[in-house]
């Protein structure tokens, strides 16, 4: 695997996951709400509500490398299902986080895994929180989701794939088979690089995967789609007699797959495709007249 230096900044600023005891301070100085005369506390932090991570440990992909993209998906809920002022918790819960931070409502927070084959897990509690604006997706704190990862990972600046061809000279006669090979050009980043970016403050890697190609002669025939990327004479598979002589631009496209690893974790499949049209390659086609000579 290849390894292409680039940064790209999206959005944002690095998050850190932090877990905390229950009577813990973070590595702001951030401490945890006291709630009720007893001093028992909110189970989240301000820090920790917002510094939630974004995919389960491991990176998922079903704990195997290539498996599908998964993330968490965040929601705040309130503590009784309904509330309001009949709900004698939430009450009690919004007064004292109003008191001690000036923050009202207190939420449940909860998540559940999502999938980029569209399943999604079921929804669990995660802790309460004062600081229900710092929940991903609540308020101030985007939440990455498999959208963003897919936008990202096929806005990659991918190689455009060229073409040579023998007889050399792009030149060839009439029903002689001109044979093609692809080439990748040093711009972009070509099947197994890795192009590195950050989206809301996580480090993603993404790598272009081959798909197939698509061979067009310029004359309305093609091959493809094809996984291979041709070659010279006598042992290439791409090859094509032109039956008239003329003028012919000849092209191939690749369709590119991607994974991505994010924040150092496993590689997982990105669901999608994208076909990306490389430069043609004028060719001429003429005939050969033949006549004897004298030895």
Not at 58 to 87: I, M, N, T
Not at 160 to 188: C, D, E, R
Not at 240 to 255: E, F, I, L, Q
Request: charged share 20%.
């Amino acid at each position: 695997m290849t390894v292409k230096r680039g940064s790209l900044i999206f959005m944002g600023v690095a998050f850190v996951a932090i877990s905390l005891s229950p009577n813990a301070v973070s590595a702001e100085g951030d401490p945890k709400v006291e709630i009720g005369s007893n001093g028992s506390t909110t189970s989240m932090s301000e820090g920790e509500t917002r510094d939630l991570p974004a995919r389960p440990s491991g990176g998922g992909g079903g704990g195997q490398s290539g498996g599908p993209l998964v993330l968490y998906e965040y929601r705040a809920v309130d503590l009784c299902g309904g509330g309001g002022e009949d709900c004698p918790r939430q009450s009690a819960y919004d007064t004292d986080c109003n008191e001690t931070e000036g923050r009202a409502p207190a939420s449940m927070v909860e998540r559940r895994i999502v999938s980029a084959n569209g399943s999604a897990g079921n929804w669990e509690q995660v802790g309460i929180t004062c600081f229900t604006d710092q929940v991903p997706g609540s308020g101030s704190n985007p939440q990455l989701t498999l959208a963003m990862i897919r936008e990202a990972a096929f806005r990659t600046p991918f190689a455009k794939p060229q073409l040579s061809m023998q007889p050399v000279g792009n030149k060839t006669l009439v029903t002689l088979p001109a044979y093609f090979k692809l080439n990748w050009p040093s711009a972009g980043f070509e099947p197994d690089e890795v192009h590195s970016v950050t989206l809301l403050g996580y480090a993603l890697r993404i790598k272009p995967t081959f798909m197939s190609n698509t061979f067009k002669y310029g004359d309305g025939s093609s091959s493809g789609a094809t996984k291979s990327l041709g070659g010279a004479y006598p042992d290439g598979d791409i090859k094509h007699p032109y039956d008239k002589k003329g003028s012919y631009r000849a092209n191939v496209s690749t369709r590119y797959g991607a994974q991505v690893s994010l924040e150092g974790g496993e590689w997982m499949n990105v669901d999608g495709s994208v076909d990306i049209a490389g430069p043609a390659l004028e060719l001429q086609v003429v005939t050969a007249k033949n006549r004897l000579v004298r030895p």
